[in-house]
């Protein structure tokens, strides 16, 4: 068995010949994969030259399909010999996996999205939502030690910061670490040296509840849903430029994000005790604080939640540190297993609640600027994803 992939646009066709059974479906699975892992979401395969197929290439075939289909894309038999033809007949897969009119209308209807935005890094396509000005408050200081604030996960709530989940203060004080909260979803990790994330969703009569020794809070509905995908590759796209087209659609000095994405690179750090034992002397700051200067967590995917102003008030400006590009940002990032984003509109809370599942999620991290002259690491970097857009009312905080 032979596989041959080519590229057309945004579709990959992938050609084959010999005997698809059993042992080669194993290739082919792994060939599926790796295509979905690179942002293809129209598959086409050349079947021409397949001289025999099993029941286990037809399932492997199946799967994909179906998966092709949850993400809004499609994958197709575009040319079969008659062998093939002829045994996808008999398992009744002919007319569900041939080539035919209904990928075509698939893929138009992927790419019809309003509003592009152009760049030399990314390729952007946005669509408007109904949400309007969100408010943006915060609670706390990052610097410094004090009273946690219960924040309620709701639907309409984002927020970022340093603290725990769990219904008191004192049961969470010792666990302090960065959290992220989004429609719904809370992920945050703990400082008590177990270095394994905690999350909690929604659910009907159950609200997750973050005490947060610090952090920013956004209440409101996003405006404005921004996709993007690097235009090389094997290349990323800035965490700034990412800023910088989100800001371009709030159309207000101070914007709050949320991104699903797919990971290029990040650079970042986490606690590894609750801000009351942190020292910010060398090298004591070892002691609390990882940092690793190199980009971490290639081809993993990420729920990224943070503000960013080009005009902080005073209230805001304690929270937020230059990130390029004339902005000061604060942002957070659940890392967790691959997943791609299906196309089309999509609702954040289905997002969140499907990148927050067991064993999916690996790390929550504060993400940074290394701006160090040679041996900087600069900024965090991402290979495709969604952003949720938050104008944040006149004022920036409250």
């Not at 927020?159 to 219904?167: E, H, P, Q, T």
């Not at 209440?219 to 849903?225: E, L, V, Y």
């Not at 967590?297 to 729920?303: L, Q, T």
Request: aromatic share 6%.
């Amino acid at each position: 068995m032979e596989i041959v992939k080519e590229k057309a646009g945004g579709v990959v066709l992938l050609r084959l010949s010999g005997r698809l059974d059993n042992h080669w479906s194993v290739p082919l699975d792994e060939a599926l994969h790796e295509v979905e892992r690179e942002g293809a979401r129209h598959v086409r395969l050349d079947f021409s030259g397949v001289t025999y197929l099993s029941s286990a290439g037809a399932s492997i075939l199946m799967k994909h399909h179906r998966d092709a289909a949850a993400l809004q894309g499609s994958l197709q038999i575009a040319d079969a010999s008659e062998r093939v033809r002829g045994t996808l007949r008999q398992m009744g897969f002919l007319e569900l996996l041939l080539s035919g009119s209904s990928g075509a209308a698939m893929q138009r209807r992927t790419l019809s999205i309003p509003l592009p935005l152009e760049s030399e890094r990314a390729t952007y396509e946005s669509r408007m939502l109904d949400g309007k000005a969100s408010i943006c408050s915060v609670a706390g200081r990052p610097e410094m030690d004090g009273p946690s604030t219960p924040i309620s996960v709701y639907r309409d709530v984002v927020a970022l910061g340093v603290g725990a989940l769990g219904a008191s203060e004192e049961e969470c004080r010792s666990l302090g670490g960065e959290f992220v909260a989004a429609a719904g979803g809370a992920a945050f990790m703990p400082t008590d040296g177990t270095a394994t994330p905690d999350y909690m969703l929604s659910t009907v009569g159950l609200v997750p509840k973050v005490q947060a020794l610090y952090a920013i809070t956004i209440k409101g509905m996003p405006s404005h849903q921004l996709r993007f995908e690097a235009t090389a590759p094997d290349a990323g796209v800035p965490l700034t430029d990412i800023v910088r087209a989100c800001a371009s659609l709030a159309g207000t000095p101070s914007v709050g994000i949320v991104m699903a994405a797919e990971i290029a690179g990040l650079i970042c750090a986490r606690r590894r005790r609750p801000p009351a034992a942190q020292s910010f002397d060398f090298p004591a700051v070892r002691e609390w604080l990882s940092f690793v200067p190199e980009r971490e967590y290639a081809r993993f995917s990420s729920i990224v939640a943070g503000v960013a102003s080009s005009s902080p008030n005073q209230t805001l400006q304690p929270f937020l540190r230059p990130i390029g590009d004339g902005y000061q940002g604060h942002f957070h990032a659940v890392v967790t297993a691959f997943r791609s984003l299906p196309r089309g509109k999509l609702p954040l809370a289905d997002i969140v609640s499907a990148s927050l599942q067991p064993r999916s999620v690996l790390s929550v991290v504060h993400l940074l600027r290394d701006d160090r002259p040679i041996e900087g690491a600069g900024e965090s970097e991402f290979q495709r994803g969604a952003c949720w857009v938050y104008p944040i009312a006149e004022g920036g905080a409250a």
